[in-house]
């Protein structure tokens, strides 16, 4: 199966720092966001990924291509572990690049990656700056795709007080876990909104998703949004979803994307003793000028 991650958007939450430089690029200690999402695929066995990109979103391109340049300086310098780590990188995955011309929103970027799709085949859709650890969302997808034969759609619980932030689903459950979604709703108000049941950013559409997309109009913000196409999808076809059970990251904004890098670090063996010390630290500094 091939998947697509959407890169084209603008970052502008990023800003300035995503003025020259993609937001999936930022470190996460030292791997790029985009890579974690990649790693998600390829653990579950997908290499095809088409990449929708912008113009300025070149550093990605590069990043999953070979360096010659710092392969021959790392080779030089006798820095084996590193060069390995470089050049396993440009073999991972066999990427596919398309460029969204106009960044007219998530919809109309899936929509752009479909020349690059068979036009019967079913398809993977990972956001670029959502990581989810503890659980391969994506194999889950994969096997619910295999019991159903449907549309599959990660959710996971957000407060109450955060779901105009996201895509909402109304469900029905069918088993542990399991759902079939009713409806879906951009960014509801908290008085509108039919649960607290997000959409995560992993998806795997059948092809009927195409027509939909083809026809969605521009909604909420003026951008074709990929929930309402989804919901055209819900009146012709089941739509199943799941409750990840894993951590979810969203690096795509500031909080987020903080709360991310304290994480990883503190996993890391080579850093956890040394910034969890620092961390405990500044907290104490912290309370102590608040007092
Ligand atoms: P976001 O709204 O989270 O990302 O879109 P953004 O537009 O890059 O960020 P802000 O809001 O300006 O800070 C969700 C995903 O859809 C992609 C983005 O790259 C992101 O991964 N996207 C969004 C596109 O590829 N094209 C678009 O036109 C819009």
């Known amino acids: 199966m091939k998947a697509i991650i959407p890169v084209a958007g603008w970052g502008s939450r990023f800003l300035p720092a995503t003025?020259?430089?993609?937001?999936?690029?930022l470190p996460v200690v030292d791997k790029p966001v985009i890579q974690y999402i990649v790693e998600e695929l390829l653990d579950a066995g997908v290499y095809d990924i088409v990449f929708v990109t912008g113009r300025?979103?070149?550093?990605?391109?590069?990043?999953?291509?070979?360096?010659?340049?710092?392969?021959?300086?790392l080779e030089k310098a006798g820095k084996k572990e590193l060069l390995e780590l470089v050049r396993n990188i440009s073999y991972l995955i066999n990427p596919?690049?398309?460029?969204?011309?106009?960044?007219?929103?998530?919809?109309?970027?899936?929509?752009?990656?479909?020349?690059?799709?068979?036009?019967e085949e079913p398809f993977l859709v990972s956001l670029g700056d959502i990581i989810i650890r503890k659980e391969n969302t994506v194999k889950r997808l994969i096997e619910l795709h295999k019991r159903?034969?449907?549309?599959?759609?990660?959710?996971?619980?957000?407060?109450?007080?955060?779901?105009?932030k996201y895509g909402i689903a109304k469900v029905k459950k069918i088993d542990e876990s399991i759902y079939l979604i009713e409806d879906i709703v951009e960014k509801p108000s908290v008085e509108e909104a039919p649960s607290n049941l997000a959409v995560v950013g992993r998806y795997l559409f059948t092809p009927s998703l195409w027509e939909k997309l083809e026809k969605t109009?521009?909604?909420?913000?003026?951008?074709?949004?990929?929930?309402?196409?989804?919901?055209?999808?819900?009146?012709?076809?089941?739509?199943?979803?799941?409750?990840?059970?894993?951590?979810?990251?969203?690096?795509?904004?500031?909080?987020?994307?903080?709360?991310?890098?304290?994480?990883?670090?503190?996993e890391r063996p080579d850093l956890s003793a040394e910034f969890m010390e620092y961390l405990q630290q500044v907290v104490k500094e912290n309370s102590k000028a608040k007092k």
């Open 217 to 266: 109009k521009p909604g909420k913000g003026g951008e074709i949004q990929l929930t309402d196409a989804i919901k055209a999808l819900l009146q012709e076809e089941a739509v199943y979803a799941f409750k990840v059970t894993g951590k979810v990251y969203d690096t795509g904004n500031k909080l987020g994307f903080l709360k991310t890098i304290v994480d990883f670090a503190l």
């Open 148 to 164: 159903f034969g449907k549309s599959v759609i990660a959710l996971f619980e957000v407060p109450r007080e955060e779901v105009s």
């Open 56 to 73: 300025h979103k070149r550093a990605i391109e590069d990043h999953f291509d070979i360096n010659p340049d710092l392969e021959q300086h």
């Open 19 to 25: 003025k020259a430089m993609p937001k999936e690029m």
């Open 96 to 119: 596919i690049y398309i460029r969204q011309k106009q960044q007219l929103g998530l919809g109309h970027a899936v929509l752009t990656a479909r020349p690059a799709l068979g036009a």
